[in-house]
């Protein structure tokens, strides 16, 4: 009995400490619950929307061209390779890319992508594989011109290339090793990129993935205009690659639409590069410049009143560099330009002018 009246009174004061707790807790002003936030960055939102909705729209101007070699659709070349034992279409077809820049179907590519080709297939966004024609090329820029004759295409805006600036974030568009509507993005990494010594033009360094397959696809900025043709990668490179800015690209496209065939501009005299030994002889003071060798009849620089001997300084106030860099402003200039030279002669600085004409055909 002794330890029953024990046990309850343990059970009461046991119920007065939970009651006293729990009017100690309800008295006391607690933390309101923090609220669930859902984590959320709009300005990356923006952005990705703004991309995916730039690549959405230049999508349907980005075809994939397959050029059929000449030996496998030509028959008289198919029987000689029968006679020679030689396989017939032994030579793989060339695969590459390139962009509609009119709706009435005119396809910029590089010419290295069609070169040899006995037949041309574009082959459209939404799955349309249709012949092409080859209106005209102007091997020297590696630009060529091609033709269909669908409806509804959707050509893309050009972009003015001289605007463009280094740093400036860019997207290539191709078919990189047959892999369509493959899209990357980078930077304009350089400009006036000599990327060869024959090209007749400068080049745009990018570091946007380029691969086989990507030659004659747009390169675009920001608005999804073109400003640049991709062209190659050097071997053995990575995060490195050029393409043709648009400003090239469209007098080649404009003078074949309009006459059939690039008229390239016109200077008409015979360069060489400075040497230590010529700028020695030549008593000049460095070697800037371009160095002029002879000019021909009638062209001109002829009619500016060049001279074997003469350095070349200035191209309508631009600085010339070398020889290569005046073809490449004489390249740039269109036919009937006129165009100022700032010339050194025999010690003195001389202001000439001439106008540019197209080159002659024979």
Do not use: C
Request: a neutral charge.
């Amino acid at each position: 009995m002794k330890s029953l009246f024990r046990f309850l009174i343990f059970v009461a004061i046991l119920g007065l400490g939970v009651g006293a707790l729990y009017l100690w807790r309800s008295s006391t002003p607690t933390e309101p619950a923090l609220p669930v936030v859902k984590s959320k960055l709009p300005s990356l939102e923006a952005i990705d929307r703004e991309f995916t909705t730039l690549v959405g729209e230049v999508l349907p101007s980005v075809v994939s061209i397959n050029s059929i070699p000449d030996d496998t659709v030509n028959p008289r070349v198919q029987f000689l390779r029968r006679i020679f034992g030689v396989e017939p279409g032994a030579t793989p077809p060339q695969m590459g890319s390139g962009v509609v820049v009119s709706s009435e179907g005119h396809i910029v590519t590089n010419y290295h992508v069609i070169d040899g080709a006995g037949a041309v297939e574009v082959t459209l966004n939404d799955g349309r594989v249709l012949p092409a024609k080859v209106l005209g090329a102007d091997p020297p820029s590696d630009i060529a011109i091609i033709k269909i004759e669908p409806e509804g295409l959707h050509p893309i805006a050009w972009g003015n290339s001289d605007t463009v600036r280094v740093g400036q974030m860019v997207f290539a568009v191709g078919n990189p090793l047959g892999l369509q509507e493959t899209v990357t993005q980078g930077i304009i990494s350089g400009k006036g990129r000599r990327a060869t010594s024959e090209a007749a033009n400068e080049f745009f360094q990018t570091d946007a993935a380029i691969n086989r397959g990507n030659s004659g696809g747009p390169l675009l900025n920001l608005q999804g205009e073109l400003i640049g043709i991709n062209n190659m990668i050097p071997m053995q490179a990575q995060g490195i690659a050029f393409s043709i800015p648009s400003n090239t690209v469209r007098r080649v496209f404009d003078s074949i639409r309009e006459h059939g065939r690039f008229i390239r501009p016109w200077f008409g005299a015979m360069m060489n590069p400075l040497t230590p030994e010529l700028v020695r002889q030549l008593n000049l003071p460095d070697a800037v410049g371009a160095l002029v060798l002879v000019t021909y009849a009638g062209s001109p620089a002829e009619k500016a009143g060049l001279e074997p001997g003469d350095v070349i300084l200035e191209y309508n106030d631009r600085p010339i560099l070398d020889h290569i860099d005046l073809r490449n402003r004489v390249a740039e200039s269109p036919i009937g330009q006129p165009v100022k030279l700032k010339v050194r002669r025999k010690g003195q600085i001389l202001n000439l002018q001439t106008v540019i004409a197209p080159e002659p055909t024979n």
